[in-house]
């Protein structure tokens, strides 16, 4: 990012083809570094693909670029985490991806593969003292999030800022990781 910044220090708009030239980037890193950037407010794109850097210190653009590529790679992890609850799951899966998009279902829905097996819960969680769909509770780490599911061992919770966690429900007891979001003073 600082070779590509660089490359467009002199405040002239280059097409990217020249930034790399300039640069030494590869068109791989080329397009992305510049698409972080411009993310960044540090460089702009006209129409005509000629790019321009807006005079942000490259210190400071690097910073925010990195800050963009480090949230964008949590979203997709967090993604790839709520995939991977789907598929691992031994729960009603209809009624666990019911409750990613908000819709809450004590019964499971008999006619998934798991309710086939016979491994679905029954109801609600077993604990009373487990959170259940929909509850707002808070992480001494991630803050506020949206209970989306919770099964026999682990509970999946979709926080505002750092997308959908799991959670072992055992580490969840232990260490009274979820607190509820509105008993809990905010810091
Ligand atoms: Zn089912």
Known sequence: MRAVLAALGDGEARTPKEVGAQSGVSPTRRTSALNL???????????????????????????????????????????????????ETTDCRRRLLLGYFGEQHAEPCGHCDNCDAGTSREAEPAHAEDPGSQERVRHPEWGEGTVMSTERDRVTVLFAEHGYKTLSLGAVRENDLLAPADQTPAG
């Open 37 to 87: 950037l411009e993310q960044a407010g540090a460089v702009v794109t006209a129409a005509d693909g000629r790019c321009r850097a807006t005079g942000m210190r490259t210190d400071e653009a690097v910073e925010r670029a990195v800050e963009i590529a480090e949230h964008r790679r949590e979203t997709v992890r967090s993604r790839i985490e709520m995939i991977r609850g789907y598929a």
